[in-house]
């Protein structure tokens, strides 16, 4: 099946720098969880401005289900209504007075109607459970709440392909269970996501692919094969994640069949008595 969204033969470097990324072929699959892996300076938040239009690749091309991507203005809006990026920081996102003007601002930019505009705002706010906060001034949110409010505006365009940077990143360990219950009902409506995190046991969590930056280049695989191999996170720079590991001793011990499913968090431990 041809991919939403892919990069081929794909390199960019930034004015003066080394390349960050060379000869990346990279694809997003409708319909997937896609973690994307590596330690800090490893290209993620290159690769996913790449995917959304923010960067325009030196050399290579980026497809929309198959039709290369033109940098004009028809072609940069056809990829925005496809994928949308929230990037890592809510304050480089944010800059209309209140929460409403912000999220309806991407809706109104593509001249829909009215009455479209409104409804889409207000499924973006249910959905990101800040439908109170639509009247507030931004920058008297807090943190989770303005990034509740960042990935609301990217919501509101109605992506097919949601990429989220580094999205737990600040955010407290109940913060991080409702960012994940958001992009489940998000999911469960249709839309792939895609997140770009250092976090392993976040990834083995909620991933079914995997896409790991290393110094070689990136693998692409199974979450679950991919994010249970000790060689491939540690030339990656990153940490064995807890589930796999937990999973594996179990097993070794008798404590777990060899096909029973191992706890994916510590809560699930406990219950496996
Ligand atoms: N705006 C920029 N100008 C110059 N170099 C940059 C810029 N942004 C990132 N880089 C460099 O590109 C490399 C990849 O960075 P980045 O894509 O931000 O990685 P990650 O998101 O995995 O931390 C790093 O070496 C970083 O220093
Ligand atoms: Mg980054």
Redesign the pocket.
């Known amino acids: 099946m041809t991919p939403l969204v892919e990069l081929v033969g794909a390199g960019y470097a930034?004015?003066?720098?080394?390349a960050?990324l060379s000869d990346v072929d990279f694809a997003i699959a409708e319909g997937r969880a896609l973690v994307l892996l590596?330690?800090?300076?490893?290209?993620?938040?290159?690769?996913?401005?790449l995917l959304s239009g923010g960067l325009r690749p030196a050399s290579g091309a980026l497809r929309l289900e198959g039709e290369e991507v033109g940098y004009d203005r028809r072609g940069l809006t056809r990829l925005r209504t496809t994928v949308q990026l929230v990037v890592?920081d809510p304050d480089d996102q944010l800059f209309a007075a209140s929460v409403e003007q912000d999220v309806s601002f991407g809706p109104m930019n593509l001249g829909l109607p009215e009455a479209e505009v409104r409804e889409r705002v207000d499924s973006a706010l249910a959905a990101l459970d800040i439908t109170a906060l639509r009247d507030r001034p931004t920058h008297l949110l807090s943190y989770g709440q303005r990034k509740r409010a960042a990935i609301a505006g990217a919501v509101a365009m109605a992506p097919r392909v949601l990429i989220l940077?580094?999205p737990t990143a600040g955010l407290d360990p109940d913060g991080q269970e409702r960012l994940l219950d958001v992009l489940a009902r998000l999911r469960a409506a249709g839309t792939t996501v895609v997140m770009?995190t250092?976090d392993v046991d976040l990834a083995v969590r909620w991933a079914d692919e995997a896409a790991v930056?290393t110094p070689c280049g990136i693998r692409v695989g199974a979450a679950p094969v991919l994010l249970s191999d000790p060689e491939l996170l540690a030339s990656a720079g990153l940490r064995m994640a807890w589930s796999p590991t937990v999973t594996a001793f179990l097993r070794a011990h008798g404590f777990l069949g060899a096909d029973a499913p191992g706890p994916r968090v510590p809560e699930a431990l406990g219950a496996l008595g």
Do not use: I
């Open positions: 930034y004015e003066d720098g080394p960050v590596g330690r800090n300076g490893s290209g993620k938040t290159t690769l996913m401005r890592q940077d580094e770009a250092h930056l």
